[in-house]
């Protein structure tokens, strides 16, 4: 029986992404832990049935000392569960998790570039620097053959494959975490006269919150009618977080709801009409794909990721990024053209079943362990 460790900088990306499919391994004889720091969804994983185990990890800390006491901790902890493969998910636990497992020669790595983040979206000193570190740590993570790199979109795929070590054939493009498409599936809405928008994301800079409330406020000034709907939470661990105060304002002003996390993201899929993403760059939406699952049109940024989802004037619309005219524009372009809508949504669903049911993509994630 193969043992796996999930690794991972936060517990909420290892419950959203990662249970569907750790719970499919489980059924077929594999026995799974996954490995974050505490959080809000750390008492769900005993609910569902998955081993999880807390790492004493600061996701943001840069300091040397706490890393390479890191490193000490994890092969100290792969060491007594001895796991076949260690999977590591974002790019600090793919630099920890992966010298650590090698340096006890796990039998296999798997290193996940789930996005590339406010790093590779904005252009400080800072953020230069820490990409150029990033890149090296990554380099210097796929020294050994038996680790395998994992992407998510075109645009990283050719992007690593150029500046890593790792081989063609150690490169895997793999779109997304899977979307059950038969319980994200088609309702039929009642008609009303009033069209819902939807943003659902963390609520990040780099999301393009900031212009959807934008948009929202423009299109209100001119049809007040058009309901915004933010669905997530803030991320008070990355520093593009957007402060919850905006947010509550912008609620309070009336021009958008902002609902924070919400558990039954299907019903809300169910409630609205159009869904929006204007990201700066993603690795592969699940919002989008879960959206295009239910049948809904989409509105998205012409960026890495974000393409691999929407196909332009086929089930949505490609957007500058930064640009909340556009956004707004192709909002009120899609609400005054239903016919598209419908159009739209009809082609999001056959796009979802054809590449990003679950069915074809854990087939692609079980296919990496062998």
């Avoid at 505490?38 to 996701?59: H, L, T």
């Amino acid at each position: 029986m193969k043992k796996i460790i999930y690794f991972a900088n936060s517990d909420w990306f290892l419950y959203n992404f990662n249970s569907a499919f750790a719970l499919d391994l489980k059924s077929k004889g594999f026995e799974v832990i996954f490995l974050s720091p505490n959080g809000k969804f750390s008492s769900k994983f005993q609910e569902i049935g998955i081993d999880w185990y807390e790492v004493p990890m600061n996701r943001t800390s840069l300091n040397v000392f706490h890393n390479f006491f890191l490193i000490f901790w994890l092969i100290k902890f792969f060491a007594k569960h001895k796991p076949s493969i260690v999977h590591n998910f974002t790019l600090k636990a793919i630099f920890l998790g992966s010298i650590s497992a090698q340096l006890l020669n796990v039998s296999k790595v798997v290193n996940e570039v789930t996005g590339l983040g406010h790093i590779f979206t904005t252009s400080n000193f800072k953020n230069k620097f820490l990409k150029f570190t990033t890149l090296f740590l990554i380099r210097v993570s796929s020294f050994r053959n038996s680790t395998c790199l994992v992407v998510l979109n075109k645009d990283d795929f050719e992007f690593f494959r150029h500046v890593t070590f790792y081989s063609k054939r150690n490169i895997k493009l793999i779109h997304g975490v899977g979307v059950d498409c038969d319980f994200f599936s088609i309702n039929e809405k009642k008609k009303t006269t009033s069209y819902k928008v939807l943003l659902p994301c963390r609520m990040l800079k780099e999301k393009g919150v900031v212009e959807f409330l934008d948009a929202a406020r423009l299109i209100n000034s001119i049809n007040p009618s058009v309901e915004f709907i933010l669905a997530g939470d803030v991320d008070k661990g990355n520093p593009s977080s957007i402060d919850s105060r905006i947010l509550i304002d912008a609620s309070n002003s009336g021009f958008v709801r902002w609902l924070g996390h919400v558990d039954d993201i299907r019903s809300l899929y169910a409630f609205s009409d159009i869904v929006v993403l204007p990201s700066y760059r993603e690795g592969l939406p699940t919002s989008l794909t879960e959206s295009a699952s239910c049948g809904l049109p989409l509105i998205a940024t012409n960026v890495p990721g974000c393409v691999d989802v929407v196909e332009n004037l086929v089930n949505g619309l490609i957007i500058p990024t930064k640009d909340h005219f556009e956004l707004a524009k192709s909002i009120l372009f899609l609400i005054e053209n239903p016919s598209l809508i419908e159009k739209f949504g009809a082609n999001s669903r056959r796009i979802a079943l054809e590449s990003f049911d679950k069915k074809i993509i854990f087939q692609q994630r079980l296919d990496l362990y062998f």
